[in-house]
Nanobody, 126 residues
Framework: QLQLVESGGGLVQPGGSLRLACVASGLTLDAYAIGWFRQAPGKEREGVSCISGSGGTTDYADSMKGRFTISRDNARNTAYLRMNSLEPEDTAVYYC???????????????????WGQGTQVTVSS
């Protein structure tokens, strides 16, 4: 059973940066694509970014392109989301998720993912 634990959230001022981490245990992460999703109060969960199992394919939601960078270190069973130029609208709970068998592709559809972390809160405010 794969377990995912996110960390790195917190309070940051507008224009600031954070790096989220998603650490996997239980199984080898390189067999899974990783997605980052977020959910703000009163809003539906939305896809932020994803990365294939090999790390060779990435995708981003339009509003995150140029600001967010997804990466992974399979030797450490860890995926990351670097977030720059944060805006108040980025305030949400951020979740990582794993999708088995996607070595060369990834999707930003929540129903494509088998395993989810518990989430980490990101608050952007002055």
């Amino acid at each position: 059973q794969l377990q995912l634990v996110e960390s790195g959230g917190g309070l940051v001022q507008p224009g600031g940066s954070l790096r989220l981490a998603c650490v996997a245990s239980g199984l080898t992460l390189d067999a899974y694509a990783i997605g980052w999703f977020r959910q703000a109060p009163g809003k539906e969960r939305e896809g932020v970014s994803c990365i294939s199992g090999s790390g060779g394919t990435t995708d981003y939601a339009d509003s995150m392109k140029g600001r967010f960078t997804i990466s992974r270190d399979n030797a450490r069973n860890t995926a990351y989301l670097r977030m720059n130029s944060l805006e108040p609208e980025d305030t949400a709970v951020y979740y990582c998720a794993a999708s088995y068998g996607r070595q060369t592709s990834c999707l930003m559809r929540a129903n494509s993912y088998n395993y989810w972390g518990q989430g980490t809160q990101v608050t952007v405010s002055s």
